[in-house]
Nanobody
Framework: QVQLVESGGGLVQAGGSLRLSCAAS????VGWFRQAPGKEREFVAS????????YYADSVKGRFTISRDNAKNTVYLQMNSLKPEDTAVYYC??????????????WGQGTQVTVSS
């Protein structure tokens, strides 16, 4: 069992930046997902355990960067050039690096990101 704890969410103006963190209790590949009000949870980015491969949703390519520090068992999501449509609860998930929710075994509690226009 791997426990995941997200942090770093908050309120930011459009064009600003935030960095989310996902602290894991064990070794695992990690994905970030987000869920806006009234919408389904969607894939944002993922990274393999060694950090050798990363994947991004088209909507965030060039603006978001996923990385990890295995010494700290922590995965980061650097979010730049934020847009109001990035507003959502962001979740990190463990056990896979795929784009489908069903592939992941472990989920964090989520952190709110709000981008004001």
């Amino acid at each position: 069992q791997v426990q995941l704890v997200e942090s770093g969410g908050g309120l930011v103006q459009a064009g600003g930046s935030l960095r989310l963190s996902c602290a894991a209790s064990g070794r695992t590949s990690v994905g970030w997902f987000r869920q806006a009000p009234g919408k389904e949870r969607e894939f944002v980015a993922s990274i393999t355990w060694l950090g050798t491969n990363t994947y991004y949703a088209d909507s965030v390519k060039g603006r978001f960067t996923i990385s990890r520090d295995n010494a700290k068992n922590t995965v980061y999501l650097q979010m730049n050039s934020l847009k109001p449509e990035d507003t959502a609860v962001y979740y990190c998930a463990g056990g896979s690096w795929g784009t489908s929710l069903d592939e992941y075994k472990y989920w964090g509690q989520g952190t709110q990101v709000t981008v004001s226009s």
